[in-house]
């Protein structure tokens, strides 16, 4: 008896992030290679459900590995909260005959997939944000990117910075996970990264700053997560540019560079990082395994229960935090 055809699907949910195409085109690539089908699904949940979906092939993810976005586009889908919203994607994915779904994106991305597991839809999650939030993944795809694009604007911001001897303070994506504030920070050599997992002092930040104009530096670059706390009654970057400027008597400007950080061509490592990832998924699927999240760990692709990680608690890391803090004087 000849055996079926295993047809699977893809689709890229929440906030887009370079690299999610590179992934799509891996997965793509991977399964024409091993005799499958492909059903690209538009726009997240809310295609599935629309059954809005188009067969891929070889030159459906042509000259896609270096834009940024997906090509399948991306939306939110409150409907896939409820339990009505998710049998009906499960429906669908019968009606359609799609054997099972790799789904890159976030934590709510994730959920779906695990409730669809649930259903009998194998499911495979791929990690997919900049703001590199997933607790499983030591990086995710689209961070790196993210963090490049912000060293490269705050390097321009630090021209203007130095030719009028200011303090410049950019607000950066981040509003749970100060990763991309954390490493852009020592990249662009801040003198104070503000993060929402460590409680900041303008007195602190005060007194650096004081303490390196007396060494003749009469310009400064300070990053903030945009999910940094409200603490002493100080609640956006104008306000801590205020301050600063009031207290030290430099001239401080503040800069949102807000949903640039999104978009962009993917890095190599990128790109390389996304390859793997896709691959490793239709290997999964493959073999009929669901509810597994791709992870990149110690420098290895591994597979997580879905549920597993997203109970995992993300570390931050204390050990780069307090270098940057020494190195930044």
Do not use: W
């Amino acid at each position: 008896m000849e055996k079926m055809q295993k047809t699977i699907g893809i689709l890229t949910s929440g906030g887009d992030a370079p690299g999610m195409n590179a992934a799509v085109r891996s997965v793509v690539r991977t399964a024409l290679y091993k005799g499958m089908r492909v059903i690209g699904i538009r726009r997240g949940y809310s295609g599935l459900l629309a059954r809005d979906m188009v067969e891929m092939n070889l030159r459906s993810v042509c000259d896609t590995l270096h834009r940024g976005g997906t090509v399948l586009y991306s939306a939110r889908c409150p409907e896939f909260r409820d339990d009505a919203g998710v049998e009906r994607g499960k429906e669908v994915c019968v009606e359609i005959g799609i054997d099972g779904l790799v789904v890159i994106g976030g934590d709510g991305s994730f959920r779906g997939a695990r409730d669809l597991s649930i259903k009998g839809i194998p499911c495979i999650g791929i990690p997919g944000t900049i703001d590199n939030d997933i607790a499983c993944s030591d990086y995710t795809i689209g961070f790196d990117t993210a963090v490049n694009t912000v060293m490269d604007m705050v390097d321009k911001l630090r021209d203007t910075s130095q030719s009028h001897d200011r303090c410049t303070i950019v607000e950066v994506m981040g509003r749970r996970c100060g990763d991309i504030a954390l490493h852009s920070g020592i990249a662009c050599g801040a003198v104070a990264i503000l993060v929402p997992e460590v409680p900041f002092s303008i007195d602190a930040i005060v007194e650096k700053m004081q303490r390196t104009l007396s060494t003749g530096k009469k310009h400064f670059i300070i990053i903030v997560a945009e999910g940094v706390v409200n603490v002493n009654g100080i609640g956006s970057v104008q306000d801590i540019a205020n301050e600063i400027q009031a207290r030290t008597g430099v001239e401080a400007r503040s800069t949102i560079l807000g949903h640039v950080q999104r978009g962009g061509a993917p890095t190599a490592r990128e790109r390389v990082l996304a390859s793997e990832m896709g691959h490793y998924a239709v290997e999964l699927l493959e073999q009929g395994i669901g509810n597994r999240v791709i992870a990149s760990k110690d420098n290895k692709i591994v597979d997580y229960d879905i549920l597993e990680a997203l109970n995992m608690k993300r570390e931050f890391n204390k050990r780069l935090y307090q270098i940057a803090d020494e190195i930044s004087i």
